[in-house]
């Protein structure tokens, strides 16, 4: 089922590696201009912008965009034993792994009179986004909510798409993870006018203010990444998510059974998601293989899963040795990766571009999509060379308090007005010998 590469012998380049591994695409350019109407609309005019592309695009018109608190209060009583049971634990476990995120101030005394504090100071108020496309996602707004309220983001807002089925709200456990959460302010609007929203504010249509935000966050389709790049700067953003991704490094000690599965899973998600293998071992691969042929058969959704397994984006990859391995995992960067091999601890130390690695047999992704305490908001389409996934990190700013005496400012006075003089901006140096002057 999975398109074969096979490098045994070779391992090429890093950038050849980026040109010949498999890689979702998505091109957010070619989608901007459809987008400019609906961001330029809202912006002008706001609510009724949103209430109108929300009509055309869920096939719903809410009666206003803020969900009322009694029904997020409804929703959580509503909601299934099990499934609140399981949102405690992923809320408690990420919530204990994000508290040692939190940053302290440090003052640095760089001269006698001299010193330089960094001081870390949360976002003030940010818009956290949840899609709603082929699938409910609490656990998103589990892993936007708690690393921005560990950060002492003061205040909060979360979009949701309105759904037709329930009456123009976001779905039900959406809105049960925000009460739990303790989050009492959500948007039932999804798309780019979501993020529009979130960044212009506006009036709802009972007259109460919808409070622009200074960040936005989440994942989403191509329309809400195209939103966020458009208005990068009015309002700051996590990432630009791609499709979903899962990588796995594996020789003849994995259990094909497990594999393919951990590959299925986020075949799972979307037609264009990636699930990619690459292993040392050709029985294996084989292996992987027939599993894959026996299991997509009989889960759910067996249409998406196979168009994503057979999609250019999804492959496996033979190398010669875990080292050429680590290579090729290094230069793919991918946004989930398990390491199933000997040694799975210790190879998985040696990685260096991932968002998220899983060790051993027993973490698969999916642990880590809903209860390991980790966040599975991760950078995509190789931004692992760069980038990190959501953290308390994401939401805090660090400012630089600088303050001098007059006699430390003195000391070095002459090396600022050297350089000054070097850079042609004398009136640099002047504000500082002004102060000497009387």
């Not at 909060?156 to 309105?162: Q, R």
């Not at 027939?290 to 058969?297: H, N, S, T």
Request: hydrophobic share 45%; net charge negative; proline share 5%.
């Amino acid at each position: 089922m999975l398109s074969r590469t096979d490098l045994r012998g070779r391992v090429p380049s890093a950038a050849e590696l980026r040109a010949t591994l498999p890689r979702a695409e998505m091109d957010v350019d070619a989608v901007l201009h459809l987008l400019r109407p609906v961001v330029e609309a809202v912006r002008d005019r706001g609510v009724d912008a949103v209430l109108e592309f929300t009509e055309r695009f869920d096939r719903v018109r809410p009666d206003r965009v803020r969900v009322p608190a009694e029904e997020l209060d409804k929703a959580l009583r509503e909601l299934d034993q099990p499934v609140r049971l399981a949102l405690e634990e992923s809320i408690s476990r990420a919530r204990r792994v994000h508290a040692d995120q939190r940053r302290t101030d440090v003052t640095t005394q760089v001269v006698d009179g001299g010193t330089v504090t960094e001081r870390w100071v949360p976002v003030a108020r940010v818009g956290l986004y949840a899609p709603g496309g082929l699938a409910v996602y609490p656990s998103s707004v589990v892993m936007n909510v708690v690393p921005a309220q560990a950060a002492g983001v003061e205040s909060l807002v979360v979009c949701s798409p309105a759904q037709a089925e329930f009456g123009g709200r976001p779905h039900p456990t959406i809105l049960a993870a925000c009460a739990l959460l303790g989050v009492d302010e959500v948007w039932a609007v999804g798309g780019a006018q979501a993020v529009a929203l979130l960044a212009y504010g506006g009036t709802d249509t009972d007259g109460a203010e919808l409070t622009p935000v200074d960040m936005v966050t989440g994942p989403g389709n191509i329309y809400v990444t195209g939103a966020k790049r458009m208005l990068r700067g009015l309002v700051g953003i996590d990432s630009e998510a791609g499709p979903t991704e899962i990588a796995i490094l594996a020789d003849h000690t994995a259990d094909p059974v497990h594999v393919a599965a951990d590959l299925i899973s986020q075949a799972e998600h979307d037609t264009l998601a990636a699930s990619v293998l690459v292993t040392t071992s050709e029985e294996l691969a084989d292996a992987v293989d027939a599993e894959l042929g026996r299991q997509v058969a009989a889960t759910k959704h067996t249409e998406r899963i196979g168009t994503a397994l057979r999609g250019k984006q999804s492959g496996c990859v033979l190398v010669s040795d875990v080292d050429d391995g680590l290579k090729v995992v290094d230069a793919y960067a991918a946004e989930h990766l398990e390491i199933q091999t000997e040694n799975a601890r210790e190879v998985a130390a040696r990685v260096r571009n991932a968002g998220a690695i899983f060790v051993g047999p027993y973490a698969p992704v999916s642990l880590g999509d809903y209860c390991a305490g980790s966040n599975h908001v991760l950078p995509t389409g190789g931004c692992a060379r760069h980038s990190s996934g959501l953290s308390v990190q994401t939401f805090l700013r660090g400012i630089h308090v600088v303050d001098y005496s007059a006699e430390a400012l003195r000391e070095v006075a002459d090396q600022v007005v050297a350089l000054a003089h070097a850079e042609d901006l004398p009136a640099h140096g002047q504000a500082v010998t002004a102060r000497f002057r009387r």
